[in-house]
């Protein structure tokens, strides 16, 4: 049986940031949602997660899932009640600003306006207008391709679970692919809706995003008090 506990990490070295980032580039790789948000560069995916993980763990929830060794297996990115990703000048200056530099003109238009934009009417229509600013908001969720499927997502979800209810709020997670979907439904979240975007535009004009990821779909997951099980199986969310 594997064995393991879960952390919050609130100061991460660089070498635990390090690890972090790698885990995510394993666990994401392939990931057509993940293509998209880099703008169809694939060489765009590190500094994003490095961006995602500092941001985190300055102003949001950085927990994670580790092994007797201090080996991080899973990890969790979450902003509780009244917060959210890259929403600060200090959050975005831990390499977001740079990640957005690297980025086409046209990219960064769809990154600042219309993808903000599009998420906000849709989490608004589906939550209410303060959805999800009250609710603790998943941006990412990775395991190590190693250890998936023997519980480890699962723990990090049912840690924030817990201290989710105990204020009578909820969890909220867009899932991007059909995979991940079939894994929310079985672990207990409550499907909400469907949401299409068009893609990004590419950082690289000679390299566009590939036709299969022409369109962006956010599946909406929201869990509410004991609707999560405490054992399951989870993989990698966006």
């Given at each position: 049986m594997l064995g393991f506990s879960i952390r919050l990490l609130k100061e991460p070295t660089v070498i635990q940031i390090d690890e972090a980032v790698s885990l995510c580039l394993r666990a994401y790789e392939g990931d057509e949602g993940l293509e998209c948000?880099?703008?169809?560069?694939?060489?765009?995916?590190?500094?994003?997660?490095?961006?995602?993980?500092?941001?985190?763990?300055?102003?949001?929830?950085?927990?994670?899932?580790?092994?007797?060794?201090?080996?991080?297996?899973g990890l969790g990115l979450w902003f509780g009640p009244g917060k959210d990703l890259?929403?600060?000048?200090?959050?975005?200056?831990?390499?977001?600003?740079?990640?957005?530099?690297?980025?086409?003109?046209?990219?960064?238009?769809?990154?600042?306006?219309?993808?903000?934009?599009?998420?906000?009417?849709?989490?608004?229509?589906?939550?209410?207008?303060?959805?999800?600013?009250?609710?603790?908001?998943?941006?990412?969720?990775?395991?190590?391709?190693?250890?998936?499927?023997?519980?480890?997502?699962?723990q990090i979800v049912e840690t924030v679970f817990q201290k989710a209810i105990a204020i009578e709020n909820r969890l909220v997670l867009i899932a991007t692919n059909a995979k991940t979907v079939c894994l929310d439904c079985g672990v207990g979240m409550r499907y909400k809706a469907d949401h299409k975007c068009r893609v990004n535009p590419s950082s690289r004009p000679d390299k566009p995003p590939s036709a299969d990821v022409s369109q962006v779909i956010g599946t909406l997951y929201t869990g509410f008090k004991y609707e999560l099980p405490a054992s399951g199986t989870w993989l990698t969310l966006a």
């Open positions: 948000l880099v703008c169809g560069d694939m060489s765009l995916a590190e500094p994003l997660f490095r961006a995602m993980v500092r941001a985190t763990a300055l102003e949001g929830e950085f927990y994670v899932a580790v092994n007797d060794s201090e080996k991080i297996l890259f929403s600060t000048e200090q959050q975005r200056n831990l390499g977001f600003n740079d990640f957005l530099g690297r980025l086409s003109p046209e990219a960064q238009t769809w990154w600042t306006q219309t993808y903000p934009a599009k998420m906000g009417e849709f989490l608004s229509y589906h939550l209410g207008p303060q959805g999800k600013s009250n609710s603790y908001y998943l941006n990412c969720l990775a395991t190590d391709p190693t250890f998936q499927r023997r519980g480890v997502a699962t």
